[in-house]
Protein backbone atom coordinates (compact mmCIF):
# COMPACT_ATOMS: atom_id res chain seq x y z
CA UNK A 1 0.00 0.00 0.00
CA UNK A 2 1.58 3.27 -1.45
CA UNK A 3 -0.97 6.05 0.06
CA UNK A 4 -4.75 4.35 1.01
CA UNK A 5 -7.72 7.01 -0.39
CA UNK A 6 -8.53 7.06 3.10
CA UNK A 7 -5.33 7.85 4.02
CA UNK A 8 -4.95 10.81 1.28
CA UNK A 9 -8.41 11.97 2.63
CA UNK A 10 -7.56 12.03 6.06
CA UNK A 11 -4.07 13.41 5.67
CA UNK A 12 -2.55 16.59 5.46
CA UNK A 13 -2.94 17.29 2.04
CA UNK A 14 -6.78 16.83 2.53
CA UNK A 15 -6.91 18.45 5.82
CA UNK A 16 -4.47 21.36 3.29
CA UNK A 17 -7.53 21.20 0.51
CA UNK A 18 -9.95 21.92 3.01
CA UNK A 19 -8.41 24.83 4.70
CA UNK A 20 -7.73 26.33 1.17
CA UNK A 21 -12.00 25.87 0.01
CA UNK A 22 -12.24 27.01 3.84
CA UNK A 23 -10.36 30.10 3.26
CA UNK A 24 -7.68 29.31 5.89
CA UNK A 25 -4.27 29.61 5.44
CA UNK A 26 -2.73 27.01 6.32
CA UNK A 27 -1.73 25.80 3.55
CA UNK A 28 -0.44 28.90 1.72
CA UNK A 29 3.08 28.58 2.64
CA UNK A 30 3.51 25.30 1.30
CA UNK A 31 3.86 24.05 -2.38
CA UNK A 32 0.61 22.39 -2.56
CA UNK A 33 -1.22 25.24 -1.63
CA UNK A 34 0.63 27.07 -4.28
CA UNK A 35 0.21 25.22 -7.32
CA UNK A 36 -3.58 24.69 -5.45
CA UNK A 37 -3.74 28.55 -5.71
CA UNK A 38 -2.66 28.94 -8.72
CA UNK A 39 -3.75 26.59 -10.70
CA UNK A 40 -7.59 27.77 -11.45
CA UNK A 41 -8.52 24.19 -11.80
CA UNK A 42 -11.56 22.66 -10.34
CA UNK A 43 -10.58 21.64 -6.70
CA UNK A 44 -10.80 17.99 -7.00
CA UNK A 45 -9.07 17.90 -10.19
CA UNK A 46 -6.25 20.08 -8.55
CA UNK A 47 -5.98 18.14 -5.52
CA UNK A 48 -5.77 15.00 -7.62
CA UNK A 49 -2.85 16.60 -9.73
CA UNK A 50 -1.44 17.59 -6.62
CA UNK A 51 -1.66 14.14 -4.65
CA UNK A 52 0.13 12.60 -7.77
CA UNK A 53 2.74 15.35 -8.06
CA UNK A 54 3.18 14.31 -4.34
CA UNK A 55 3.37 10.74 -3.98
CA UNK A 56 5.89 10.82 -7.13
CA UNK A 57 9.15 8.57 -6.27
CA UNK A 58 12.44 10.87 -5.83
CA UNK A 59 15.31 10.24 -8.31
CA UNK A 60 16.92 7.30 -7.38
CA UNK A 61 21.21 6.14 -8.95
CA UNK A 62 23.22 3.93 -9.33
CA UNK A 63 25.90 1.98 -6.75
CA UNK A 64 28.63 4.30 -8.83
CA UNK A 65 27.11 7.25 -8.84
CA UNK A 66 27.87 7.38 -4.81
CA UNK A 67 29.30 10.68 -3.22
CA UNK A 68 32.85 9.09 -2.31
CA UNK A 69 32.27 11.08 1.33
CA UNK A 70 28.63 11.76 2.82
CA UNK A 71 29.44 14.53 4.61
CA UNK A 72 27.77 15.60 7.88
CA UNK A 73 26.19 18.19 8.71
CA UNK A 74 24.29 19.94 11.40
CA UNK A 75 24.76 17.86 14.73
CA UNK A 76 27.75 15.11 14.65
CA UNK A 77 27.48 13.73 17.89
CA UNK A 78 24.22 14.58 19.98
CA UNK A 79 26.97 14.22 23.17
CA UNK A 80 24.87 13.88 26.02
CA UNK A 81 25.08 11.60 28.53
CA UNK A 82 22.54 9.69 27.69
CA UNK A 83 23.28 9.32 24.33
CA UNK A 84 27.20 8.63 25.32
CA UNK A 85 25.60 6.17 27.81
CA UNK A 86 23.69 4.19 24.59
CA UNK A 87 26.35 4.73 21.68
CA UNK A 88 29.36 2.79 24.66
CA UNK A 89 26.79 -0.06 24.41
CA UNK A 90 26.53 -0.45 20.81
CA UNK A 91 22.74 1.49 21.29
CA UNK A 92 21.52 -1.90 22.58
CA UNK A 93 19.00 0.01 24.63
CA UNK A 94 18.23 2.33 22.29
CA UNK A 95 14.50 2.79 21.75
CA UNK A 96 12.29 4.12 19.11
CA UNK A 97 8.73 5.14 20.96
CA UNK A 98 6.00 5.72 19.01
CA UNK A 99 3.43 7.19 20.53
CA UNK A 100 0.99 10.14 20.50
CA UNK A 101 -2.42 9.45 18.41
CA UNK A 102 -1.75 5.63 18.00
CA UNK A 103 -4.19 2.98 19.51
CA UNK A 104 -1.14 1.02 20.05
CA UNK A 105 1.74 2.90 21.54
CA UNK A 106 5.26 0.83 21.18
CA UNK A 107 8.82 1.01 22.13
CA UNK A 108 11.04 -0.48 19.58
CA UNK A 109 14.39 -1.63 19.66
CA UNK A 110 17.06 -1.97 16.68
CA UNK A 111 16.57 -5.64 17.08
CA UNK A 112 13.09 -4.87 15.71
CA UNK A 113 14.23 -2.56 13.36
CA UNK A 114 16.40 -4.59 11.89
CA UNK A 115 14.41 -7.84 11.74
CA UNK A 116 11.73 -5.86 9.75
CA UNK A 117 11.37 -5.90 5.43
CA UNK A 118 13.73 -2.97 4.64
CA UNK A 119 13.76 -1.23 1.31
CA UNK A 120 17.04 0.01 -0.36
CA UNK A 121 17.45 3.40 -2.11
CA UNK A 122 20.22 4.95 -3.78
CA UNK A 123 19.44 8.69 -3.66
CA UNK A 124 20.39 12.46 -3.76
CA UNK A 125 20.51 14.34 -0.09
CA UNK A 126 20.06 18.27 -0.91
CA UNK A 127 20.74 20.65 2.08
CA UNK A 128 20.44 24.38 2.15
CA UNK A 129 23.38 25.46 2.45
CA UNK A 130 24.20 24.46 -0.89
CA UNK A 131 25.87 20.93 -1.23
CA UNK A 132 24.51 17.69 -2.50
CA UNK A 133 25.57 13.65 -1.91
CA UNK A 134 24.26 10.30 -3.34
CA UNK A 135 23.88 7.78 -0.55
CA UNK A 136 22.31 4.30 -0.18
CA UNK A 137 20.22 4.11 2.36
CA UNK A 138 18.27 1.05 4.10
CA UNK A 139 15.69 0.54 6.68
CA UNK A 140 11.92 -0.14 7.27
CA UNK A 141 9.67 2.05 5.76
CA UNK A 142 7.98 4.32 8.34
CA UNK A 143 4.28 3.58 6.50
CA UNK A 144 3.61 0.37 7.57
CA UNK A 145 4.99 0.91 10.58
CA UNK A 146 2.50 3.54 11.76
CA UNK A 147 -0.05 0.85 10.63
CA UNK A 148 0.94 -1.40 12.82
CA UNK A 149 1.29 1.17 15.96
CA UNK A 150 -3.04 1.74 14.52
CA UNK A 151 -2.23 5.89 13.66
CA UNK A 152 -5.86 6.87 14.30
CA UNK A 153 -8.03 8.68 11.91
CA UNK A 154 -7.22 12.34 13.85
CA UNK A 155 -3.47 11.98 13.16
CA UNK A 156 -2.14 14.70 10.67
CA UNK A 157 1.30 15.23 11.08
CA UNK A 158 4.37 13.11 12.34
CA UNK A 159 6.64 14.34 14.84
CA UNK A 160 10.42 12.94 15.25
CA UNK A 161 11.97 14.22 18.55
CA UNK A 162 15.48 13.58 18.18
CA UNK A 163 18.30 12.72 21.00
CA UNK A 164 21.01 16.24 20.15
CA UNK A 165 20.23 19.59 21.65
CA UNK A 166 20.80 23.38 19.98
CA UNK A 167 20.97 24.66 23.34
CA UNK A 168 17.67 23.73 25.28
CA UNK A 169 16.41 23.48 22.09
CA UNK A 170 15.68 19.09 21.01
CA UNK A 171 15.95 19.01 17.46
CA UNK A 172 12.84 18.05 15.82
CA UNK A 173 11.11 18.18 12.76
CA UNK A 174 7.36 16.68 10.92
CA UNK A 175 5.75 15.67 7.92
CA UNK A 176 2.16 15.11 6.80
CA UNK A 177 1.21 11.95 6.22
CA UNK A 178 1.49 11.52 2.29
CA UNK A 179 5.30 12.00 3.18
CA UNK A 180 5.00 9.79 5.92
CA UNK A 181 3.24 6.72 3.68
CA UNK A 182 5.49 7.44 0.87
CA UNK A 183 7.13 4.34 -0.53
CA UNK A 184 10.57 6.46 -0.40
CA UNK A 185 10.27 7.43 3.36
CA UNK A 186 12.49 5.12 5.76
CA UNK A 187 13.93 4.76 9.07
CA UNK A 188 17.26 4.56 8.22
CA UNK A 189 19.81 2.56 10.11
CA UNK A 190 22.21 1.59 7.03
CA UNK A 191 24.15 4.00 5.14
CA UNK A 192 26.42 2.47 2.01
CA UNK A 193 25.96 -1.13 3.05
CA UNK A 194 27.77 0.12 6.66
CA UNK A 195 25.85 0.58 10.20
CA UNK A 196 24.73 4.15 10.19
CA UNK A 197 27.71 6.15 11.90
CA UNK A 198 27.24 9.10 14.46
CA UNK A 199 27.53 12.05 12.31
CA UNK A 200 25.04 10.15 10.03
CA UNK A 201 22.66 10.18 12.28
CA UNK A 202 23.08 6.72 14.79
CA UNK A 203 21.24 4.42 15.30
CA UNK A 204 18.02 5.58 13.58
CA UNK A 205 17.68 9.04 10.97
CA UNK A 206 15.03 9.57 9.01
CA UNK A 207 15.27 9.77 4.67
CA UNK A 208 12.08 11.54 3.31
CA UNK A 209 13.61 11.98 -0.08
CA UNK A 210 11.39 14.26 -1.18
CA UNK A 211 12.19 17.23 1.14
CA UNK A 212 15.15 18.76 1.68
CA UNK A 213 18.29 17.84 4.16
CA UNK A 214 16.89 20.12 7.42
CA UNK A 215 13.75 17.22 7.17
CA UNK A 216 15.92 14.29 7.15
CA UNK A 217 15.93 14.33 11.03
CA UNK A 218 18.83 12.32 12.37
CA UNK A 219 19.02 10.63 16.18
CA UNK A 220 15.37 9.85 16.26
CA UNK A 221 14.22 8.65 19.92
CA UNK A 222 10.46 9.25 19.29
CA UNK A 223 8.01 9.25 16.58
CA UNK A 224 5.46 11.00 17.58
CA UNK A 225 1.35 11.46 15.77
CA UNK A 226 -0.28 14.78 16.35
CA UNK A 227 -3.48 16.26 14.94
CA UNK A 228 -1.83 20.19 14.84
CA UNK A 229 1.87 20.86 15.34
CA UNK A 230 0.95 23.73 17.56
CA UNK A 231 2.70 23.17 20.81
CA UNK A 232 5.35 21.31 19.69
CA UNK A 233 8.46 22.87 20.17
CA UNK A 234 8.11 26.63 18.76
CA UNK A 235 5.01 25.33 16.78
CA UNK A 236 6.45 25.61 13.04
CA UNK A 237 6.90 21.83 12.77
CA UNK A 238 10.71 21.81 13.01
CA UNK A 239 13.90 23.19 14.83
CA UNK A 240 14.76 25.66 12.06
CA UNK A 241 11.15 26.41 11.16
CA UNK A 242 11.02 27.50 14.89
CA UNK A 243 14.78 29.37 14.75
CA UNK A 244 15.24 30.55 11.36
CA UNK A 245 11.97 30.43 9.44
CA UNK A 246 12.84 27.43 7.08
CA UNK A 247 9.59 26.67 5.27
CA UNK A 248 7.73 23.25 6.99
CA UNK A 249 6.97 22.26 3.66
CA UNK A 250 10.48 21.81 1.71
CA UNK A 251 10.01 20.02 -1.65
CA UNK A 252 12.66 19.37 -4.09
N1 LIG B 1 18.82 15.52 14.81
C1 LIG B 1 19.30 16.24 13.79
N2 LIG B 1 18.89 15.95 12.54
C2 LIG B 1 19.35 16.66 11.50
C3 LIG B 1 20.24 17.76 11.68
C4 LIG B 1 20.65 18.04 13.00
O1 LIG B 1 21.45 18.96 13.26
N3 LIG B 1 20.16 17.27 14.04
N4 LIG B 1 20.66 18.48 10.59
C5 LIG B 1 19.85 18.40 9.37
C6 LIG B 1 20.49 18.93 8.18
S1 LIG B 1 20.49 20.61 7.96
C7 LIG B 1 20.98 18.14 7.19
S2 LIG B 1 21.56 18.75 5.73
C8 LIG B 1 21.06 16.67 7.39
C9 LIG B 1 22.49 16.24 7.30
O2 LIG B 1 22.58 14.83 7.34
P1 LIG B 1 24.02 14.22 7.36
O3 LIG B 1 24.72 14.72 8.60
O4 LIG B 1 23.87 12.75 7.33
O5 LIG B 1 24.73 14.75 6.12
O6 LIG B 1 20.55 16.24 8.63
C10 LIG B 1 19.43 16.96 9.09
N5 LIG B 1 18.93 16.32 10.27
MO1 LIG C 1 21.01 20.96 5.74
Redesign the pocket.
Known amino acids: MILTRRRALVGGLAAGAGGLLAGCDAVQGTDIGRKLLLSGEPATQALQRALIDRTALAPEFSADQRSPI ?7 N ?1 NTPTYNASLAQNFADWRIRIDGLVARPVDLSLADLRAMPARTQITR ?1 D ?3 GWS ?1 IGKWSGPRLGPILERAGLQQRARYIVFH ?3 R ?1 GTRP ?1 Y ?1 SIDLVDAFHPQTILAWV ?1 NDRVLSV ?3 APV ?1 LRVERQ ?9 ERIEAVPSLAGIGGGKGG ?2 EDVADYEWYAGI
Open positions: FRANGTRPHCVEACADFYELPNGRLGYKHAKYIYW
